[in-house]
Structure formats: C-alpha cells, structure tokens
C-alpha cells in the first residue's frame, strides 16, 4: 500500500529551486506532523524540515536553514518543501514522512518518531 507519494525531484543547477510536493492518504496525514529527510549516496539519513499538524511550528536543518520552507495544505492532504538556492550538497533522494504525536503544535526532527514513509524522489544539483 503506498500512503506518501513525493514527486518534484530532478535534475537543477546549483542556485536553482525546487519545489517537493508529497500527497498522502488521509490516514497517513490527518492529526500527523510532517517530515522531509534525505539521504546521499554512502550516507545515513538526515533530517531536513518538520511542521506540526496545526502548520504553527516547523524546524529545519542547519544546511538548509534560510533557504528551504516547509508548508502544509490540510485541505488537500499535501505538504510541500521549497528548496531555493540549491547546492550540490543538497544531492540526495529525498522523502516524506508522517508522524502520530501527541499534540497538533508537536513535531519532530527524529526518523524514528515518524511511522510512515515514502518511496522518495530524486534531487541532483549539478556545479
């Protein structure tokens, strides 16, 4: 069964921007905060932005920070990563995932607090 699907990935030059979206079934989104991670070739999983339920409180990484927005449209079960000034360092598949937390203020920047995840799209940022 597949509850996220991330689409927006591709092929940019560094500067550029990309727009991630991931669609979810309503059980995998609704009374969930969101997460994006990402992971290089030869590398763990990273974390690179969460928003609560509520789309009140978000957290990013460091590397991203400044650059990157994470949002949410409850209405259409979508959350959504705006990724500007790209850099060949931000290479990597990124995915979406969804986490059960207590509170619609709550989020988290934890891999293992979130339960569902995506199949993950592709970023490459060339030099």
């Known amino acids: 069964q597949v509850d996220l699907v991330e689409s927006g990935g591709g092929l940019v030059q560094a500067g550029g921007s990309l727009r991630l979206s991931c669609a979810a079934s309503?059980?995998?989104?609704?009374?969930?905060?969101m997460g994006w991670f990402r992971q290089a070739p030869g590398k763990e999983r990273e974390f690179v932005a969460t928003?609560?339920?509520?789309?009140?409180?978000?957290a990013y990484a460091d590397s991203v920070k400044g650059r990157t927005t994470i949002y949410r449209d409850n209405a259409k079960n979508t959350v959504y990563l705006q990724m500007n000034n790209l850099k060949p360092e931000d290479t990597a598949v990124y995915y979406c995932?969804?986490?059960?937390?207590?509170?619609?203020?709550?989020?988290?920047?934890?891999?293992?607090?979130?339960?569902?995840w995506g199949q993950g799209t592709q970023v490459t940022v060339s030099s």
């Open positions: 928003i609560s339920w509520s789309g009140a409180n978000t």
């Open positions: 995932a969804a986490a059960l937390l207590r509170y619609s203020s709550s989020y988290s920047s934890t891999a293992n607090e979130y339960d569902y």
């Open positions: 309503r059980r995998a989104f609704s009374t969930r905060a």
